[in-house]
């Protein structure tokens, strides 16, 4: 089975259940997505044959048609990030050959620039912006003038997806339906999620998680789907509580916002049943706070777009037990955490640490990618006999469960000593004057490097008090305490799923 079977199954036992609720009001049941998405797929293949097409749009109920006509035809839809500039948008299309870029209001300028800057000749507007060119199509009029006939598939392709980009530019992921459906099928029995759920869709769309975490698993479940087209946190309370949703896709930026939010409104969230969340840390006061104000159903994740939706999760039990894991691996994975040596070449998939220390995370599924699109010296690199290297370091605990320490290439050498900046922020950031807080490497000519922080407070705390918090804790080695601070009022330079941008500290703050 892949993803367009367990649609259409969907479509077949649960036709009049609402598939997608919009928050301007709009509501597609099973068998009217199907039909709209009949035509799209349809008028996609007259417009440009088998060729792949390319969206750029923010979150909405036509982003979701676009996926699943694009695995109606068989041919991958581009998922291009909405808040990329336009040359990076060049540079991501460039190995993707897509022949037809889709975009919304919110992105006419840059869908157009790049028009003009690539060799696609063929567009199409979702509410009729710049249709007035010779080369643009009214996506509403598509749709009306092509007939609910479902094209034959070319094969088997859902889409290109793309990494984050946190430290080097975003690389472009495709992913065929059996592939997706396999992380798809692990996230439904995660959450236990069947056709009564209704989950809000709040995160960007073309990511992963999105994707392959989120819209997916509910509508293989035949679940309903409200979809915000940009979050707000008060807003985003407002669809849970009118829509009775049981189910939210968070990340932990986010689930602030939403703490916040919740504490200062009345909203009635008793459906709430699961949060799933992931992407950067997530707090044992951040998890206290959400259980409090959201729903203590939190399920926190790990993943890479790499490897599809998540690698493992903790359900809110183990969450409860062992605040900050990620859990153990998900249904169709196996994991490793294991020696990373100081010489690539010596990687060993079998080197296993102990309990208690820590390793890099390799894991292999067959819901993994098989690489980068067009970037066959990384591919090469990303694997190593047959074990996706995740580039992630990880603590294991004598349980067996996974604490994620930070990246293999974050990592601050001082003095001969390996620092990781995620473990140095974790406590740094339960100062109760803290809200939030980045660890950097800056150039030290007797050390290497030295720890620097930046931290973005309430205003009740100086560089002399953080510094004493750390001594008095028992939890940092004195040569991993940073060596300066820098105290900022303004949030930090993060990623859509909320990684710290640490490339962007350096440069900004230091």
Request: glycine share 8%; charged share 25%; net charge negative.
């Amino acid at each position: 089975m892949n993803c367009i079977d367990s649609f259409d199954r969907s479509v077949r036992c649960h036709p009049d259940q609402d598939a997608v609720r919009t928050d301007d009001g709009r509501r597609f049941t099973y068998a009217e997505l199907d039909e709209r998405t009949d035509r799209l797929a349809s008028a996609l293949d007259g417009l440009v044959g088998d060729d792949r097409i390319a969206t750029i749009a923010h979150t909405s109920a036509e982003a979701i048609e676009a996926m699943v006509a694009s695995q109606k035809r068989g041919a991958a839809n581009v998922q291009l990030p909405f808040r990329a500039s336009p040359g990076e948008l060049v540079g991501m299309l460039e190995p993707t050959d897509a022949s037809l870029l889709l975009f919304d209001a919110s992105n006419v300028e840059t869908a157009l620039t790049v028009l003009d800057r690539t060799d696609i000749e063929v567009a199409v507007s979702v509410g009729g912006e710049a249709t007035d060119r010779d080369n643009v199509r009214d996506y509403d009029a598509l749709l009306d003038a092509t007939d609910p006939e479902r094209p034959e598939s070319c094969g088997n392709e859902h889409g290109v997806l793309y990494t984050s980009g946190t430290t080097t530019a975003s690389k472009g992921v495709l992913f065929d339906q059996d592939q997706l459906w396999y992380g798809s099928s692990q996230v439904v029995m995660e959450h236990g999620i069947d056709r009564h759920d209704v989950a809000v869709v709040t995160t960007p769309w073309y990511h992963m998680v999105t994707t392959d975490a989120w819209i997916l698993p509910h509508l293989q479940a035949g679940a309903t789907l409200v979809v915000q087209e940009a979050f707000k946190p008060t807003e985003t309370l407002s669809l849970l509580d009118e829509h009775d949703a049981t189910g939210l896709l968070a990340v932990p930026t986010q689930l602030h916002g939403l703490v916040d939010a919740a504490r200062a409104g009345e909203y009635d969230l008793s459906a709430l049943s699961y949060i799933r969340t992931g992407g950067s840390v997530v707090t044992e006061k951040l998890a206290t706070e959400a259980g409090e104000y959201l729903s203590d159903g939190i399920y926190n994740t790990y993943g890479l777009t790499e490897g599809g939706p998540n690698l493992a999760f903790a359900d809110p039990e183990i969450q409860r037990e062992k605040p900050g894991t990620i859990g153990k691996e998900s249904f169709t994975w196996e994991l490793r955490v294991v020696e990373t040596p100081a010489d690539p070449a010596a990687f060993d998939p079998a080197a296993e640490v102990d309990a208690g220390e820590t390793g890099e995370v390799i894991g292999r599924s067959p819901g993994m990618c098989d690489g980068y699109l067009g970037r066959p010296e990384l591919s090469d690199e990303l694997f190593t006999d047959g074990w996706l290297r995740t580039g992630d370091v990880a603590r294991i605990d004598e349980d067996g469960y996974l604490y994620i320490v930070d990246r293999v290439d974050n990592m601050i050498i001082s003095g001969g000593e390996n620092i990781y900046p995620q473990e140095v922020e974790e406590v740094i950031a339960r100062h109760p004057a803290i809200e939030e807080v980045a660890v950097v490497g800056l150039d030290d000519e007797r050390w290497g490097s030295r720890v620097a922080a930046v931290v973005r407070t309430d205003g009740e705390v100086d560089e002399e008090a953080l510094d004493q918090f750390l001594l008095d804790s028992d939890d940092v080695a004195d040569f991993k305490r940073p060596r300066e601070y820098t105290i900022v009022d303004a949030p930090l330079p993060r990623t859509s799923t909320g990684k710290i941008r640490r490339e962007e500290v350096h440069t900004e703050f230091f």
